[in-house]
């Protein structure tokens, strides 16, 4: 079998762009032809990822460059996309043009205009997989309840909360620049949102909002906000994305109220439970490897063993309900989800 060319662009989102190339780099059908680091100093660097771009070379046995255009040249099929989140339009675009598939780190994007951005360039290179990460998609907890709810077992979904804890990202100053990357507000958010709208298996069609900054003053957003939405059959979310939990506290937590039955379920390492009036179905304690389970969907993708789980129009759907969140955060009003041609 030829080998899938990888190439890694950006180290600002340090996490996500280590994990995602030590995990490719180990597989015998992927050849890493380089990592990318755009120019950015090595301080820089060390900051999002604890290690340099030299090193981190290194360590994979791949070249290091510093322009975009340059790891172009060695021809990649596809990329991992990690710099700032912010920019990762820049990168995504022109590499789809050019026939390349492309994996972006959570969120894909900050904004709803560089989103449909993406979602444009894909529309017209039908061929080329783009897969925005997302990895509670990829959390059997959630799995289940998607599954459970879209099997009918507890009948239409009714009432539903779903609650993030994640910690502010402040490693770099990028990271609490909201125009560089979010904030809180966009970097969490889209996890609330897309499951929302996954598993209840209903577009958004408004929101109301509230939020405060309760504990990160070096951030000029919301650290924790709360989110009522209604569905477009009828039932609501209530979102929570809270960055204020400074010990051990489950990742996600989610329930289904529906007209025949509920769900329940948190992240890691918790059961699953569907209750109906006959009886409670339990399913056994997991821990879901949420992170490599969706580079390995990638590679699935690209191989054509697997069609993407999640795709860039659903991405923009995300967006634009979170832009909308935005809009309430600011009015104090509820607001109407725009809808547009890519979602």
Known sequence: MEKQRVGLVGLAQGWYATLYSRHCAQRQDVRFVGICDLGESNDYVRACAETTADEFAQEIGTPLFHRFEDLMDTKPTALIVTNESGAHHSIAVPAIETGVHVFLGKPATITLSAAEQIAAASTLHPGVVVLPGEPARYEDGMIQAQS??????????????????????????WEMDPKRGGGPVIEFGCYVIDLAEWIVGSPIVSVAAMGANFLHPQIPTPDNVKMIAEHANGGFSSLDMCSSIHWTYPFLGLEVIGEKGSIRTDYHNYPTYIQTPE?????????????????????????????????????????????????????????????????
């Open 279 to 343: 009886g409670c179905q339990v399913s056994e304690p997991r821990t879901s490897a949420m992170n490599l389970r969706e580079i390995e969907h990638f590679m699935d993708c690209i191989q054509g063993k697997a069609r993407p789980g999640i795709t860039i129009q659903d991405y923009v759907s995300t967006m634009q309900v979170l832009e909308a969140v935005q809009e309430a955060l600011a009015s104090g009003r509820r607001v109407p989800v725009k809808r547009s041609e890519h979602a």
């Open 148 to 173: 459970g709810v879209a099997s009918g077992v507890i009948g239409k979904p009714l009432m539903t909360h779903i609650f993030v804890n994640h910690p502010a990202m402040t490693n770099h100053a």
